[in-house]
Each structure stands twice: as C-alpha cells, then as structure tokens.
C-alpha cells in the first residue's frame, strides 16, 4: 500500500512539473517560428543587393523589397545557399553546446539555464532584425553570421524539457510525456506561422514579426523564473562532481614532478581542462557498442544511425518546401507562413488526437499478444510431457518490455511514413498535391517522442541525462550535415530546372533510417536494461 501511494505522488509530481513546462515550450517555440517565413524574404532581398552591387550597381539602383529583380534564378540560387549555410551554423553550435548544456545543468539544475537560455536567443533575432535594416553588405554578412550561431540558444531551450521529464517521468510514462512535449512544440510554430500570415496581410512592416519573436523570448525566461521549479537535485550532483575533479587533481599531482604546490596547481589545471575537454565526449560513449556481462550493446549506436538519417532527411524540409514553393508556384511571404502552419498543425493534431491511442491501444495489444504467445506455450508443455501453469497477467518489467518494444515498432513506422510521404512530394505537379504529401507525412510525427523514449529505453537508468544529452548531439549532427548536402543538391536540382528531386533524396534518406531500426524490431529481449 505504501508503495502504490508513493507511485502515485510521483506521478502526479511528474505531471504537474511537466505540465508547468509547456506554456515554456510553447514560447521558445514562437520565436524562431514567427520569423521563419520572413528570414526567407529577408535573408532573398540581402542576396538580392549583395548581388546586383557584386556586379557593380548604382546605390540609388539597387533593389529594394519585393524588386523583380530579386526574381533572378541566380539569387534564389544564392538565396538558398544562404539558408542552407544558417541552419548549417544551426547545427554546428547546437552540436557543440548540447554536452555542456546537459553537463551545467546538471551541475547548477535545469532552473538557470531554462531562464538564461531564451535570453541568448534574443541576439539571434536582434541581429538578423538589424542586418535588414543596415545597407552596408559588409555588415549584414557578419549580422547573419552571428544570427546562425545563436540561433542553436532557442534549440537548446527546448531541448531542457526532455531533461526535466527524465528526472520525474517513470519508464511507462515516458513516451506519453515527450509526446505531449513534441506536440506543444508543435502548437507555438503552428500559431506562429498564423500569426506571421496575418501580419503579413496586414501589417506591411517585416520588422513586426521580429518584434513578436522577442516579446515570446523575454516572456519564456520570466515565465521560467516565476513558475518552472527545479526538476533536479543539483546540490548533490554539484557535490560528487566537485569529489571527482578532486581526484582526478590529486592523481595529477601525484603523477606530476616539481615541487608539491607546483604539482598540486597544475594537475588542478590539467584537471579542469581534461573535464572541460571530456564533456562533448562523455555523452557519445553511451554510443559505442561494447560488451557487458557478456553481451554486447550495440542498440543506441543503430538508434543514433537510424536517427541521422532520418533528420538528415527532414529537418531541412520545412526550409526546402518555402524555397520550392516560391520557385516552382510563385508562393508569397503569407502563402509561405499558411503553409507553414499547414504543416504544423498537421502533426500537431496527429500527436494530439490519434498518437495516443496508437500507443496506449498498440501496446495493449502487443501485451495480449505475448499473453496469447505464453498461454500457446504453456498449453504445449516444455517437450517432456509435463504442462506449465496458465499466465493470467505480465509483472511489470515484461509489460514494460512491451511498452519499449512498440515504441521501437512505432518509430520505424514513422519514419517510413516520412520516406513515403516525401516521396509523393517529388512526384507532385500542383501545391495541391504538395499539401496532399504534407498531409500523410503528418502520420509520422510520431518519430521524435518514441526516438526519445528509444533511446533513454536502451540506455542505464544513471545516464539517462547523458543520454539524452546523446540524442540531442546526433539531431545536431544531422542538423549539420543536411543543410550544406540538400542546400548544395536543391541550388543544383534549380539549375536543371528540377527543384522536386529534393524531396526524393530527402524520402531515400528517411527510408534507410527504417531500415536500420528494422533489426531492433527482432531483438525485444535486448530492450531490458542490465543492471
């Protein structure tokens, strides 16, 4: 009795912090959002000049916005570049700041740096907001420059959450929560891409929009100030972490020469190096596979295979459709942000709606089914003649092993939805049929919450957090690695006149990310962590 008390308190703590962090997620979400149509506009007009001056034009000649001038395939080629070269800087610092956002965190607690972290954010926005303002090119490169550094600080924002749920969220839970997470981080850029909409129909100022992402990056580190709550305890973690730095100083100093006071003050710097060195690498050695007890571990490296390819091919989608749709339907700044909001919405309503049933139906189903596979064996025997006793109900660690099992069989559903889905895209001859595409592809949404779950599933309850930390540095990695490879390929396809081939390299990428979580489908028993 007293056990099933303390559960259900801890649920409910679980849910209340959770639940205090959306109206979180739903503000850092708004503003990179709410600009995201107008960077396009501005990031096109600023390639526009730089390459009408580039071929020696007149001050009072240049362009201005909306010029048909900035209709030239070479500047939507360079346009494009452009945005690809942003989400590539995107990727780099998300990937860089993901460990040691993880590792202060869980030094300091997730508090500080869930108000610290949209604050950054805002020099992102300023500098992009300025660099249209300015008329110097010079200027307005180092602005976006500066604009693809700091943009990583609203990803990193978002990415906090996934930490707090794993310091309160039990293992069956835990899918459901990042689920509900994905899918209020969904809801900000959905009423973001709205909003952008009308204040394009209304308001003819590009500088609104930026003005909105700001009032949203302010609002989320107050609101975390004055109603989030720290998730993690970090004055023991603060406390182990400071014990560990003392011994590896001390076996510095032991291993040193010299006096003891020089000794002691350079293993304390080798120390503090070493550790500021050893935080990127202490997340991605949960990937190697290696040997316990045994067996070997080789699950989170195939999840992280999975995983990068399947952003590589999706996370520069949203950018790639504004560009294909400007190019090849002539689309404005407003029909770019309602189909933004289209896309959004989409799998926004599909998380909401139909992913819980999947799952709480799904895994209730796979329960019965093993059930179904026990009682066949039981009524068997074992091969000597004697008849094992019926099973009427799972303990709980195999019900959670068929939890973990549907959400690998959920994920690698998903992402051959995307496969297909971007595939119908490149076969598409009118934005109908664009929006049609983008419509299934809502039924994948389901990827990001059970590859989170995955891989927390797969990893030492100890080092969920790194983990975590993990998962967040191989999205980065795609991050990187998708925006110069399809950026590069789509400025190619323009040239040929064959935009839609994107989204068919896209849809191979998705589908070799099936096809390497097809294996774990097979493996259930790996699910079960060793202890």
């Known amino acids: 009795m007293p056990a099933s008390i303390s559960n259900g308190k801890k649920k409910d703590s679980a849910s209340y912090s959770i639940d ?47 010029d048909d001038r900035c209709g030239n395939r070479n500047v939507q080629a360079l346009a494009g570049s452009v945005m690809a070269a942003l989400a590539t800087l995107d990727g780099v610092f998300s990937f860089l700041a993901s460990p040691f956002v993880q590792s202060l965190s869980d030094r300091f607690g997730r508090r500080p740096l869930l108000i610290c972290l949209p604050l950054l954010a805002t020099t992102s926005t300023l500098s992009i907001l300025t660099a249209y ?7 307005a490169w180092i602005l976006l420059t ?4 700091f943009v990583s600080a609203s990803t990193k924002s978002v990415f906090l959450p996934t930490l707090c749920v794993a310091d309160v969220a039990s293992e069956d839970a835990r899918t459901r929560f990042y689920s509900r997470m ?16 009308l204040v394009s129909r209304y308001i003819p100022n590009v500088a609104v929009p930026y003005y909105i992402a700001l009032g949203a990056q302010v609002g989320a580190a107050l609101y975390a100030y004055f109603f989030i709550p720290e998730t993690l305890h970090a ?41 500021t060195l050893a935080v990127p690498v202490k997340p991605l050695r949960l990937l190697i596979p290696h040997r ?7 699950q989170l490296f195939v999840v992280s295979l999975s995983l990068l390819m399947t952003t590589a091919g999706t996370v520069f989608i949203a950018t790639a459709s504004l560009l294909f749709l400007t190019d090849k339907f002539n689309f404005a700044p407003e029909n770019n942000a309602w189909m933004l909001a289209f896309l959004t919405f989409s799998r926004f309503a599909y998380l909401i709606f139909i992913f819980p049933f999947i799952l709480k139906f799904g895994r209730s189903a796979l329960n019965r089914y093993e059930i179904w596979k026990q009682h066949r064996k039981a009524k068997n025997g074992n091969g000597d003649g004697e008849r094992q006793p019926l099973i009427t109900r799972r303990d709980t ?21 995307d496969a297909v889905a971007l595939g119908f895209v490149s076969l598409s001859l009118s934005y109908q049929q664009v929006l049609a595409a983008f419509a299934i592809m809502a039924f994948g949404a389901g990827d990001n919450p059970t590859f989170k779950a995955v891989f927390v599933s797969f990893a030492p309850p100890e080092h969920s957090s790194q983990a975590l930390a993990a998962l967040d540095m191989v999205f980065s990695a795609a ?26 390299t896209a849809g191979g990428l998705c589908a070799t990310g099936a096809l390497l979580i097809l294996p774990l489908m097979f493996t259930k028993r790996s699910l079960k962590k060793t202890e």
């Open 20 to 66: 205090r962090l959306l109206p979180y997620i739903f503000l850092c979400t708004i503003g990179p959002s709410v600009t995201a149509a107008s960077n396009l506009f501005v990031v096109r007009y600023l390639m526009c000049r730089y390459y009408w001056v580039q071929r020696g034009t007149d001050t009072p000649k240049l362009p201005r916005p909306g």
């Open 133 to 139: 303002l300015v008329e110097n090119t010079t200027v």
């Open 146 to 149: 500066t604009t693809g550094i």
């Open 182 to 197: 994905e899918a209020v981080a969904l809801l900000g850029p959905g009423t973001a891409y709205i909003t952008s909409a």
């Open 235 to 275: 004055a023991s973690d603060t406390q182990s972490d400071h014990s560990g730095g003392e011994e590896a100083q001390d076996s510095d100093a032991d291993a040193g020469s010299g006096s003891a006071s020089e000794a002691e003050s350079d293993g304390g710097d080798q120390g503090i190096l070493a550790e």
């Open 292 to 298: 316990h007890e045994g067996r070997l571990h080789w």
């Open 397 to 417: 660690s195999a019900r959670q092993g068929d939890a973990n099992h549907f959400d690998v069989i959920l994920a690698f559903l998903s992402v051959l939805i």
């Open 479 to 504: 991050k990187l690695a998708s925006p110069p490879l399809l950026g590069s390929l789509y400025a190619a396809f323009v040239e040929i006149g064959r935009p839609e081939l994107l989204f068919l």
